[in-house]
């Protein structure tokens, strides 16, 4: 099994008892909005994730497509 990330594995760590009692409801209230901003910020640093690997990416395809233009000018000079 692969480890998890950093900021999955703190949510992984925290344990979720079912609540009793008369401030069960306030309780469930309180763990439901930490679990959304949780999400929230989950959802942010996939965002951000994602930019950073089409940024990547778009380096990449420039490098390479240089890297293929100067083959081919390599190709018609040694073939002169």
Same mark, same amino acid.
């Given at each position: 099994?692969?480890?998890?990330?950093?900021?999955?594995?703190?949510?992984?760590? !925290?344990?979720?008892?079912?609540?009793?009692?008369?401030?069960?409801?306030?309780?469930?209230?309180?763990?439901?909005?930490?679990?959304?901003?949780?999400?929230?910020?989950?959802?942010?640093?996939?965002?951000?994730?994602?930019?950073?690997?089409?940024?990547?990416?778009?380096?990449?395809? !420039?490098?390479?497509?240089?890297?293929?233009?100067?083959?081919?000018?390599?190709? !018609?000079?040694?073939?002169?």
């Amino acid at each position: 099994m692969t480890p998890l990330p950093a900021y999955l594995s703190a949510l992984a760590a !925290k344990p979720r008892a079912a609540p009793r009692g008369p401030g069960a409801i306030e309780q469930m209230r309180a763990e439901l909005r930490e679990l959304r901003d949780d999400l929230d910020t989950l959802k942010t640093q996939h965002k951000n994730e994602i930019k950073l690997l089409l940024n990547e990416l778009d380096e990449e395809k !420039k490098m390479r497509l240089s890297l293929q233009i100067e083959v081919e000018r390599l190709k !018609k000079h040694m073939s002169k």
